[in-house]
């Protein structure tokens, strides 16, 4: 049973990416175009059915899996590289760049994200860039106390303080030296943090500040199904499914990463071997 659930996520993982690259390859139908067949449940025609204008449901989850993973990638991308630096710096510097940064991540944590998203939903209007950068900020502190956390215990170690002896300067410790040790738990972070940001980018998408109409994304076709759900469920059904397979894959990818990254526990090769 060991690295049964690391295994499991890369399964799910895989199905969802699959599904996604598919669309890029082949579409059973324009997932714009309207049709006559409407609240047609699952057949051969149409294998996730149709909603109530007669667009294909498996053409729109197939595109609308680019918007989602494409908001919340940008997302986690912004939120893994401002916190790194952040916490880089913090972590390095120590003293009074360190106490302001943190006791700022602790504001960003406190601060209600669905406020900041309202916010950059006025400034920049309803699409996908308000949410990027919503989602993205708000997972600044969690990278940023990572890699701050665990900078302090490495900053005085024997390479780093050679390092320094020879001149080098903070960044270059931080991207030579300090960031190849950080790679284990980044890239669990960065799992967890991708399942986070669909979850986060379906929720404003379903209060209406994701990507605009016509546009498919998994959280809008959750959002506009849910009034025909007693006349078809399938528009609802199929999208929400994918969306929780892909969010349960990314789990369970993280926690199997963080078992078989982490030194203490020694299961790589057991892993490997079974």
């Not at 993973?69 to 760049?97: D, E, Q, Y």
Request: overall charge positive.
């Amino acid at each position: 049973m060991r690295g049964l659930g690391l295994k499991l996520g890369i399964a799910l993982l895989t199905c969802s990416l699959g599904l996604v690259a598919l669309g890029y390859l082949w579409l059973p139908a324009d997932p714009l175009a309207i049709g006559g067949d409407r609240f047609a449940p699952p057949s051969l025609r149409h294998p996730m059915g149709t909603d109530w204008f007669g667009r294909d449901v498996l053409a729109r989850v197939l595109v609308g899996g680019r918007t989602s993973l494409g908001i919340a990638l940008a997302a986690v991308a912004l939120g893994a590289a401002l916190g790194a630096a952040l916490g880089g710096l913090a972590g390095l510097r120590g003293g009074l760049p360190d106490e302001l940064l943190m006791r700022g991540m602790d504001f960003l944590l406190a601060f209600p994200p669905l406020l900041l998203a309202l916010f950059l939903a006025v400034l920049l209007g309803p699409g996908p860039w308000g949410i990027v950068i919503a989602i993205g900020i708000f997972n600044v502190p969690y990278f940023a106390r990572l890699v701050r956390g665990s900078l302090l215990t490495l900053r005085e170690r024997e390479f780093v303080l050679a390092a320094r002896a020879i001149g080098a300067g903070p960044a270059r410790i931080l991207l030579r030296h300090l960031l190849p040790h950080l790679a284990s738990p980044l890239v669990v972070q960065l799992t967890v943090s991708l399942g986070a940001a669909l979850l986060a980018e379906a929720a404003f998408s379903y209060l209406g500040l994701g990507t605009p109409p016509p546009t498919p994304s998994w959280g809008r076709m959750l959002k506009e199904a849910q009034s025909y759900f007693a006349l078809s469920p399938w528009p609802a059904v199929f999208p929400g499914l994918v969306l929780s397979l892909t969010v349960l894959g990314l789990n369970l990818l993280g926690d199997g990463l963080r078992d078989l990254l982490d030194p203490r526990l020694g299961r790589l090769t057991a892993w490997l071997r079974s």
